[in-house]
């Protein structure tokens, strides 16, 4: 059973909504969460076992974060997240790991750079695969004169940048997508088409609500279960030892029923649906008590009022129909209309 002591911690400490992002993003640190999400969305590492893949990890770190002292062993601390290139400014990422992926010669190994962000907006002005891709090239580019020099393209690793989809709409929720670079032979055969799967972007939909266990990659439950506010901390922790194998042993138990506020997207995600919900009651409701107030109101107010204007719009409607039909003098005999009143209908 793998043990986690700091995603506990960070477990209990993601109730403080201030923190929300570096808690977020501590909790991505854990090399046991990194491990499952690329045996789970990654094709070089799909088959292999969470437990296997966490040697692979190397030290990269979380942007900007302190990471808390005696956490090494599990979490990822190493390399700088900020890329800076002249001309080109700095992009910070959220968790930068580089790791070993497995080649297709069995027994060995190739370096891969993993970029991994939480995105809370679904819909940020801009298309998250299209940031992917700047993510990816800026992985690639600062490559040069770390991992090759001169014109050794050849030595370039394989980058690959994962967004979780904290808040996803419906049609992207419970959704693993994967974009890559294909060759594509336009003419004369595909002898000439090369493999150029340098950069990929995967985007992770997180499920809305509870995923069927028998139906749903492990990947999506895990993020689920960490990113739910609708189970309890217990409730978390038992179902990360029962199926994920992940045991918390905490120094500190307190606080355990608390519940787990994770996002400010979740929380935007529950007043959108209780506005929702609320609209959905609000006219079944509103109509009934509409009803029931209008019967009484119109009751109370069509005696005093209603009467007399009812009856004189009445008139007056009755009168505009007939004009045409009969002459004014017997139309305003019949309704009980001034003659003036009927002959301005006209």
Not at 221 to 249: H, N, P, Q, V, Y
Not at 281 to 301: L, N, Q, S, V, Y
Request: glycine share 10%.
């Amino acid at each position: 059973m793998y043990q986690s002591e700091s995603l506990y911690r960070n477990l209990q400490a993601a109730g403080d909504m201030a923190s929300y992002d570096e808690h977020v993003k501590q909790i991505l640190s854990e090399k046991r969460i990194l491990a499952h999400i690329l045996t789970g969305a990654v094709p070089e590492f799909e088959g292999m076992e969470p437990n296997d893949v966490i040697p692979l990890i190397d030290t990269p770190t979380v942007s900007g974060i302190p990471l808390d002292p005696g956490m090494a062993g599990s979490m990822i601390i190493g390399n700088n997240t900020e890329n800076t290139i002249a001309g080109e400014g700095t992009v910070t990422f959220d968790i930068f790991a580089s790791v070993l992926a497995p080649t297709r010669l069995i027994g060995t190994y190739q370096k891969m750079y993993v970029d991994v962000e939480a995105q809370k907006d679904p819909s940020p002005g801009y298309r998250i695969v299209y940031r992917g891709s700047y993510y990816d090239s800026r992985m690639i580019s600062f490559q040069k004169d770390r991992d090759f020099t001169g014109s050794d393209y050849d030595s370039l690793k394989k980058v690959c940048s994962i967004w979780l989809i904290l808040d996803a709409p419906k049609q992207l929720a419970n959704t693993i997508s994967r974009y890559e670079l294909e060759g594509s032979a336009i003419y004369g055969g595909s002898a000439g088409v090369e493999d150029c799967g340098l950069m990929r972007i995967i985007v992770i939909g997180l499920p809305g609500t509870c995923p069927a266990e028998s139906e749903t990659p492990p990947l999506l439950r895990l993020l689920w279960t960490l990113f739910t506010t609708d189970l309890t901390f217990e409730e978390k922790k038992r179902i990360l030892e029962a199926e994920f194998g992940i045991s918390m042993k905490p120094r500190i138990e307190k606080e355990m029923n608390e519940m787990c506020n994770w996002s400010e997207a979740i929380l935007q995600r529950g007043v959108n649906h209780g506005v929702e919900i609320g609209t959905a009651h609000g006219i079944e409701i509103g109509t009934k008590r509409g009803i029931e107030i209008g019967t009484e109101r119109g009751i109370e107010i069509g005696t005093e009022r209603g009467v007399q204007i009812g009856a004189n719009r009445a008139k007056l409607e009755t009168a505009k129909a007939l004009i045409g039909l009969l002459p004014i003098e017997v139309i305003a005999e019949k309704i009980g209309l001034p003659l003036e009143t009927v002959s301005g209908l006209e």
